[in-house]
């Protein structure tokens, strides 16, 4: 079985109202997202989500599903169980992180690119979760504790 299942369509709506209220430049990109059933852990820490610019090939694999018919720009990739334990709020926060990610070079022929953590992207977040600045880590702690138990029934 694939660890990877089409997401629902909850996380759709969630998608499409970070990206009208807070990403207007990535009108025009399509963005795929996938559930990971498997947990991913990145330097011993649990990664709740990523997003990944998509190469040429995996646009071509994609063309016949994205809307656009020329295949997808990014693919999000979130950890099924954090979706399935995150409130509300740490469902936009997480899908809020993972866009601004993404680096839109208009006026480009290859504008949907990305880029690492930097200092001004931290703030903008830092502001808009100050009430709960603890919230990935408290979402990775539980998210983790259920992924072992997941692993313990399946032998
Ligand atoms: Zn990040």
Not at 78 to 102: P, S
Request: proline share 2%.
């Amino acid at each position: 079985m694939n660890r990877y299942e089409p997401v629902t369509d909850d996380v759709l709506t969630v998608l499409k109202s970070v990206r009208e209220n807070h990403f207007p430049e990535l009108q025009g990109a399509e963005i795929l997202c996938v559930f990971d059933t498997k947990k991913k852990v990145t330097k011993g820490k649990l990664e709740l989500a990523s997003i990944a610019a998509v190469d040429e090939m995996k646009k071509f694999l994609t063309m016949d599903d994205a809307l656009n018919g020329e295949g997808y720009d990014y693919i999000i990739r979130i950890d099924k169980l954090a979706w399935h334990y995150g409130t509300t709020e740490n469902r936009v926060r997480l899908l809020r992180h993972e866009l601004r990610h993404t680096n839109v070079l208009s006026e480009t022929l290859k504008p949907w690119k990305l880029r690492g953590h930097t200092i001004e992207d931290f703030q903008s977040e830092i502001r808009l979760n100050s009430e709960n600045v603890q919230w990935a880590m408290d979402l990775a702690i539980m998210t983790l504790a259920a992924h072992e138990q997941n692993e313990g029934s399946d032998s």
